[in-house]
């Protein structure tokens, strides 16, 4: 008889949680989905980095289970709650607890399985849509073939079953130690207030806001000076401040709106602001500390978001000041036709240019406290590598020279008296026309950081330090072929990369692995963020909806129209979900703020960063919307039989 009430009982949770299900389903979809790439083979052979993205995957999953078992364990103990009432009466009718403690379970395990059982077809088709995305960042003439084993299947099901152990142990714990008075009042239970005292609140909140603004302006100064490698200490005391100061701000913030609202007559008795205000004032008290989580989830997510873009525009500017050219090599002189010719037997070569990198005066070295040579190159020679990428050309005067540096280092050399005036080492001195940081690129010298370009006649009488191949195929460079040049180099550095070697190709395989991970990693974690977020807020007000009809009957009553009633749901739930929203955003914007302090130098340019802002911004907001919108009409149909 039980099972036949809990499979009845399932339904019904079905029916009055579909968007948790839907969310739990669309959870357990990616955990299988994410399984089949990271296991996939041909993922794994894309490149010598993908062999990292199991490794990290499997890290991933052990945060998402951590996630996705707090949603579970918070819906279930709210279905808990909203039947402690029917538990509570069964055992009055003479059932044991024990019996009501299984039922539940097996409600629940049913709950699961049936999850379960759609998200393998489903986290099939996601594993399609992510196998698509893999191919377009690795320009890949087809689709990769998914290995749809057992072992994927078997992993995700373990990730269940740990979840829902320890999920349904705390639930029967829960049950266990409750007296039936507790089952039958256990509804009208909320969560208990942290700050009772509205003096307190008010001193909590100001603190809460202070610690915050203290973590963020630490935060910054860690960023303040790029040549200092910031404080982990201080950086891991600034996320403790963050988080303290959002549960302290999250749980006082709603006495000052309601105090604010109260005080202006002009605010309080317009329209329906007194109703929705003191509504959303009791609805923030009665669960306080679950806001606060959904506020730090929140924040959490804008972070990877942001994260994953900020990497992502470093490996896109990595990849042309690192090999902007196809195949780049310093070699010998007299060793230039074997290159080419070895070249030449894989790829068909458009263009092909060899420079010579001359010894050059002791200023530079200088000021940057080097010792040995580094490049001088002809302007002949500059304009002709500029030409390759399509880059415009410089001119220089007889008695002028042009310096070319990485961002790095332009802030310590622009400035300097010493490099006003040079003197090379065959005695001709030249003024500085410009220093530049403008499509700067490693593969030009072996130098440290920088290429002084100078007058064709310039370089009489000095010493050549350097000579460098660079080629342009028809052909894209693969990782393959780095391997087989840096043997063909070298034979006894056979599987190592070398600085005296660039192939484009090996660079963007290992760029494009990076990419595929830290971005999969945090979209992956992003998603289920704002799932947990959204199916929380959205469950919580749906409830609402039923358990308080009353306060809605009342305004009917009093006169108030469907049309006028929506539009109170409206504004209720547009602040309800938008209230955890706005200190992240606060948050997030000033972190990537800092953060691009150290990430400019490897961006294109410096407020690149507020268009990853505002792209990880809209990402979460679709999303977010997409359970805002569930929710009002969920609401509204709720309220409809008034």
């Known amino acids: 008889m039980l099972s036949k009430l809990a499979k009845m009982n399932a339904k019904r949770s079905i029916k009055n949680y ?6 739990v389903i669309l959870s357990f979809s990616f955990m299988f989905a994410f399984n089949l790439i990271s296991n996939s083979k041909e993922v794994l052979e894309l490149s010598s980095t993908m062999a990292n993205f199991k490794v990290a995957m499997y890290f991933t999953s052990a945060i998402v289970i951590f996630i996705v078992g707090f949603l579970i364990n918070y819906t ?5 709650q909203k039947r402690s009432k029917e538990f509570g009466t069964y055992e009055l009718l003479g059932i044991k607890k024990n019996k009501i403690t299984q039922m539940f379970i097996l409600e629940n395990i049913i709950l699961g399985f049936f999850a379960f059982i759609f998200s393998i077809p489903i986290g099939i088709l996601f594993s399609i849509i992510m196998s698509s995305i893999i191919m377009n960042i690795f320009e890949l003439p087809h689709l990769i073939k998914m290995d749809f084993g057992l072992y994927p299947i078997l992993l995700s099901g373990l990730y269940i079953i ?14 266990k130690k409750m007296s ?24 909590y909140f100001i603190i809460s806001l202070f610690l915050g603004i203290l973590s963020l302006i630490l935060f910054d100064m860690q960023f303040n000076d790029i040549s200092d490698e910031p404080s982990f200490a201080i950086i891991l005391l600034c996320i403790f401040l963050i988080i303290f100061s959002i549960y302290g701000v999250t749980t ?7 105090n604010y609202v109260l005080k202006r007559r002009n605010i309080k008795y317009k329209g329906n602001n007194l109703f929705i205000a003191r509504t959303f004032s009791s609805k923030v008290k009665s669960m306080s500390f679950t806001l606060g989580t959904i506020t730090v989830l929140i924040t959490l997510t804008f972070v990877v978001l942001n994260l994953s873009n900020l990497f992502k525009g470093v490996f896109e500017y990595q990849m042309d000041t690192t090999c902007p050219y196809d195949i780049a090599i310093e070699l010998n002189p007299e060793e230039v036709d074997k290159f080419v010719t070895f070249i030449d037997e894989d790829y068909t070569i458009n263009e092909q240019y060899v420079y010579n990198g001359y010894d050059q005066n002791d200023s530079i070295k200088k000021v940057l406290g080097l010792t040995r040579p580094t490049s001088v190159i002809k302007l002949n020679d500059f304009n002709k590598l500029l030409e390759m990428r399509g880059k415009p050309t410089i001119t220089l005067k007889d008695n002028e020279y042009y310096l070319n540096i990485m961002k790095e280092l332009k802030n ?66 693969t990782e393959e072929f780095a391997r087989k040049l840096t043997d063909f180099y070298d034979p006894k550095l056979s599987g190592f990369s070398i600085g005296n070697i660039k192939v484009r190709g090996e660079i963007e395989a290992s760029n494009k692995g990076f990419i595929t991970i830290t971005s999969f990693i945090c979209f992956y974690l992003a998603l289920i963020f704002i799932a947990v977020v959204g199916t929380i807020l959205a469950i919580q007000s749906l409830s609402d909806s ?31 979900f938008i209230f955890p929203v706005v200190y992240p955003i606060i948050v997030s914007f000033c972190t990537i703020m800092s953060m691009n302090k150290l990430f400019q130098i490897t961006l294109t340019n410096e407020f690149i960063y507020l268009g990853y802002f505002i792209e990880s911004l809209l990402v979460f907001l679709v999303i977010y919307i997409i359970y805002f919108l569930t929710t009002y009409y969920g609401f509204k149909r709720n309220i409809k039989e008034i």
């Open 252 to 258: 006082t913030l709603s006495d000052f709106i309601l």
């Open 412 to 477: 310590d050399l622009e400035n300097s008296p010493e490099l006003k005036e040079i003197t090379l080492s065959n005695g001709i001195t030249l003024k500085q026309k410009e220093i530049s940081s403008d499509g700067y690129t490693f593969a030009w010298g072996i130098g440290y950081g920088y290429i002084v370009v100078v007058p064709d006649s310039a370089v009489e009488n000095l010493d050549i330090v350097e000579t460098h191949l660079i080629i342009n195929t028809k052909e894209k460079t």
């Open 162 to 175: 740990f979840i829902y152990f320890f999920v349904l142990f705390l639930s029967r714990r829960r049950i």
């Open 546 to 576: 039923t358990k308080y009809k009353y306060r809605y009957q009342v305004l009917s009553k009093l006169g108030v129209g469907d049309n006028e009633l929506y539009k109170i749901v409206f504004k209720q739930l547009i602040i309800y």
């Open 180 to 203: 039936i008075y507790n089952l039958l009042y256990f509804e009208k239970q909320n969560e208990k207030l942290i700050h009772k005292n509205k003096k307190h609140r008010k001193f």
């Open 76 to 80: 279930t103990k709210f279905m808990f």
């Open 18 to 23: 579909v968007i948790y299900l839907i969310t």
